[in-house]
């Protein structure tokens, strides 16, 4: 059974419950908040405007902010589809300032568009030298332990095994993918069931790491179970996080529109959130879903509810991550 509204269905999404959220959960949420309240740009580029983005990006990068130099490369390669010299420029001063992401993403330029149209820039490296390079920052840490440097070391080498380490290590990403990779067919499982289990296992671990690209397909996993208290609990949870996915199911839910996992009614609070969607401009059916949603939502409420609701929103923009897509850190 699909509980879904036509677009969320396109998204999978719902949850949530009074239940507070665990320690971890809670960590996450914060740490997530603090690392875009420092940069605006990538803020924006996580919202998927790019063309907005790309400006902001630039003068930071040109401060000499990092990730900026990193993120201000993958809009521009993704604006343009390949690998331009612009784009390659800002990651080469990323890696140059030690930036393994992009060390790893310009070790990828044989696999990028311009090597087929013949239009890739030249490097002072190959990709194989900038390959060796990322690898030879984070190999001793991944011996060490260190579950980031594990998980980096599968971006690098592909080998599974680091995938694993880094998942066992704790690292929520590494769970996620793992559970994904299982779910399509990797591993190997005689006992017939053990596959979905492993499934869920990691999808669980991973959303208890914070991970909202878990957390929505974990709750998929309860809701077929039968387990709604699990999916309200983790439907509030990924929205905590700033999920846009999450936050239209659970906006939507809380406000009974429609009624699916059993929230207690908050008209209040539901048209908020479903409002702060408004800011999610690139049209569509996201806008479509948004507005509808709203008319739906306000024709139950009073003029004193709706007021009070653009303060609920405020007061939720203020204390919680900017609204996000996710998109993978290193795209293909």
Known sequence: ??????????????????????TETSNFITNTQQKYNQSRGITLYNQLKIDVAIPQLEAEAKAGKIDSQYYLGEALRKRNRYMTTEAQHWYEEAANNGSIF????????????CKRINSCPPSKHSSAEW???AKDRVLKEANKGDPESLYLMYEITFDRDWLEKSANAGYSLAQYW?????????????????REEAVSQWLKKASEGGNPKAMMDYIEILYKKGDLE???YWLQAAAETGDQKAISSYGSYIAHAPDQVGYPLDQVK????????????GGGAIQDFVQDTLEEIGSKMSADQIERSKAVAREWKSTHPPLSFFPEKLSR
């Not at 059974?1 to 507070?20: E, G, H, K, R």
């Not at 992009?102 to 330029?109: C, E, P, T």
């Not at 539901?270 to 401009?281: F, R």
């Open 230 to 232: 699990g999916v309200r």
């Open 131 to 133: 390959l060796e390079q």
């Open 102 to 113: 992009a060390m790893i993403q310009l070790g990828r330029l044989n696999d990028d568009l």
């Open 270 to 281: 539901g048209y908020a959130l479903i409002s702060l969607l408004k800011e999610l401009d």
């Open 1 to 22: 059974m699909n509980i879904l509204n036509p677009f969320l269905s396109l998204i999978v999404l719902l949850f949530a419950s009074s239940q507070a959220l665990g």
């Open 178 to 194: 793992m559970a994904v990779g299982d779910r399509q067919g990797e591993g190997l499982f005689l006992i017939p069931g053990k």
